[in-house]
């Protein structure tokens, strides 16, 4: 059985740097993309970075970018997401995601091209 588990969310203050984790389980996903979504209260789930399954690809939606870094450790079969500079509008739940094939190209953006996900960490940030 294929499990993702999120660690590493929590309260954190305006400005901090958390990193979250991914751990899969029941089958590898080197070749596979990887990405972390994420949901604020009463919004749909959005994307917010993919990696490709060498690494090599990364991509990450604007309002991130500068302050989150999505990395994987094929070895651990662990993807994870550094944030920097956490604003309030961070607030949310944090999904890992891992598609169940190989991707060609810049990484999916879309929550259809993800087959795994995790049950999500919640991650605060108060002023």
């Known amino acids: 059985q294929v499990q993702l588990v999120e660690s590493g969310g929590g309260l954190v203050q305006a400005g901090g740097s958390p990193r979250l984790s991914c751990a899969a389980t029941g089958r590898t996903f080197s070749a596979s993309s990887m990405a972390w979504f994420r949901q604020a209260p009463g919004k749909e789930r959005d994307f917010v970075a993919a990696i490709s399954g060498s690494g090599g690809v990364t991509y990450n939606v604007d309002s991130v970018q500068g302050r989150f870094t999505i990395s994987r450790d094929s070895a651990k079969n662990t993807v994870y997401l550094q944030m920097n500079s956490l604003k309030r509008e961070d607030t949310a739940v944090y999904y890992c995601?891992?598609?169940?094939?190989?991707?060609?190209?810049?990484?999916?953006?879309?929550?259809?091209?993800?087959?795994?996900w995790g049950q999500g960490t919640q991650v605060t940030v108060s002023s």
């Open positions: 995601a891992a598609s169940a094939y190989r991707q060609f190209g810049r990484p999916s953006d879309s929550r259809g091209s993800y087959s795994y």
